[in-house]
């Protein structure tokens, strides 16, 4: 079964705001006062974590087969 207009829609939408709040996010954590964190906790908030976030929003939007298609 194909996309809706709908699903574009919102797929669209969605791509929007992570565009928009995205480096939002990201200059805050940078922001942050982090003098006293780890070097560890430092790379986890400001490398690894808005790598994630942009994997988990990719795969919430890989088309899946279904089972019985």
């Known amino acids: 079964m194909g996309l809706s207009v709908s699903d574009v829609v919102m797929m669209a939408i969605s791509f929007l705001l992570v565009a928009v709040l995205g480096p939002i996010a990201i200059g805050e954590v940078y922001g942050a006062n982090v003098t006293g964190w780890n070097a560890a906790v430092k790379t986890i908030f ?5 790598i994630i976030w942009i994997v988990g929003v990719a795969v919430a939007y890989i088309p899946r087969k279904s089972k019985g298609g």
């Open 46 to 50: 400001q490398v690894l974590l808005p």
